[in-house]
């Protein structure tokens, strides 16, 4: 069986509930040995708010108090990714699964932050880096609800890096001066 080092997100945001929600389901329970690289007293929190079993090996990292500054909250998010991704490169774990984040609070405490993708892409030294979703629905949710989360979440992750290559596009092309004065007659 697989393991998977997971990170637990942003603890002032959705990471941890969706952390154990799907630890919650069988289907990923039985599928891998999951270890979520975090805070302990977070994802208590989290289960108990979701009314569902806290069953995982959980690395716990630093000290979190129970409300955090946001800016101690994203260091904390990154913390995690960077604990859990350093698991997977020195062979504790098979796979990554990153939890939400918030880039807003992570950005507040790390120069340059655009997104996890990049940040691990950066760490790993790879030349080309990635987002992997399933597509196949094992989540119980309902079938318009999953279609519609996947399609924002594609949207939303993507639209960057067409307004990127469209700005280099525009960047790189000459302008010409153009008059939009009417020709006079």
């Not at 040995?33 to 716990?60: F, K, M, N, S, Y």
Request: charged share 20%; proline share 6%; glycine share 8%.
């Amino acid at each position: 069986m697989v393991r998977i080092a997971v990170s637990m997100g942003d603890p002032l945001g959705i990471g941890p509930e969706v952390v154990v929600a799907a630890l919650a389901t069988p289907t990923v329970r039985n599928a891998a040995e999951i270890v979520v690289h975090g805070d302990a007293r977070t994802l208590q929190r989290a289960a108990a708010l979701r009314g569902v079993p806290l069953e995982c090996e959980i690395v716990q990292i630093g000290s979190l108090e129970p409300d955090p500054a946001p800016r101690e909250a994203g260091a904390s998010a990154l913390e995690y990714v960077r604990r859990a991704a350093r698991a997977c490169m020195d062979g504790r774990a098979g796979a990554l699964c990153t939890a939400p984040l918030s880039k807003q609070r992570v950005a507040a405490g790390e120069r340059g932050f655009v997104g996890h993708t990049e940040y691990l892409a950066a760490m790993t030294g790879a030349r080309v880096a990635m987002t992997m979703l399933p597509l196949g629905n094992s989540t119980g949710m309902s079938e318009w609800r999953y279609t519609f989360l996947r399609n924002c979440f594609f949207a939303g992750s993507h639209l960057s890096l067409v307004l990127n290559r469209l700005y280099a596009k525009i960047a790189s092309t000459k302008t010409r001066k153009r008059s939009y004065a009417r020709p006079t007659p």
